[in-house]
């Protein structure tokens, strides 16, 4: 049992500083003639917040189910 704290906290720990990668600022923008020049900047403004937190909610809901009928299966068994 105490494997499987261990475990759960070390991936819950993993997970939250690995969303510490995605905070960092974009590259400067070009100097000079050429893309960028003219203020037609690439990239920037895909919206993924929102769908990023929809996966995440099913994810965790998925995850709260199977721990629940693992413990309803264990508790069955022990009778």
Do not use: C, W
């Amino acid at each position: 049992m105490n494997k499987n704290i261990t475990s759960i906290l070390l991936t819950v720990l993993l997970t939250v500083f690995a969303a510490t990668g995605f905070t960092q600022a974009p590259p400067p923008p070009p100097t000079g003639a050429g893309h960028g020049a003219t203020g037609n900047q690439n990239g920037g403004s895909a919206p993924v917040g929102g769908g990023m937190f929809i996966l995440l909610g099913l994810g965790i809901a998925y995850g709260g189910r199977k721990i629940y009928r693992l413990f309803a299966n264990n508790e069955n068994n022990d009778i």
